[in-house]
């Protein structure tokens, strides 16, 4: 299972190595944003100019006993446009029903 304080040692350490040697990483390649949440990692970049391959490759080379692995994604903007959208119109009925009140 684990010591129940495995979690915040782990957290201090992440966090050690993203404000001493992630800024290296940023450097040789063009990443947009980067987001950790515990050990999960997202990382928005242009993949014009940016392999995902390389941005593993630098990542892996950050500490010899962190693996980082990559599941790239793809995200389609017309679901995105939908939900918005939907977002949208709902929130404005709202609105229309708290001035007519």
């Known amino acids: 299972m684990g010591v129940p304080f495995s979690g915040l040692i782990a957290e201090f350490f992440l966090q ?3 404000d001493s040697q992630l800024t290296q990483p940023f450097g040789k ?3 947009t944003a980067y987001f950790r949440y515990i ?3 997202l990382i928005i970049y ?3 100019h ?3 391959k390389n941005i593993q490759d630098d990542f892996n080379m950050l500490h010899p006993n962190l693996k980082f692995t ?3 994604g793809r995200v389609d903007l017309s679901v995105l446009k939908v939900w918005f959208v939907k977002w949208l119109s709902s929130r404005m009925e709202e609105l229309n029903v708290q001035e007519r009140q």
């Open 50 to 52: 940016t392999d995902i």
């Open 39 to 41: 050990d999960d990692i």
């Open 16 to 18: 050690n190595l993203e």
């Open 46 to 48: 242009d993949s014009r």
């Open 70 to 72: 990559a599941e790239p």
């Open 29 to 31: 390649v063009k990443i």
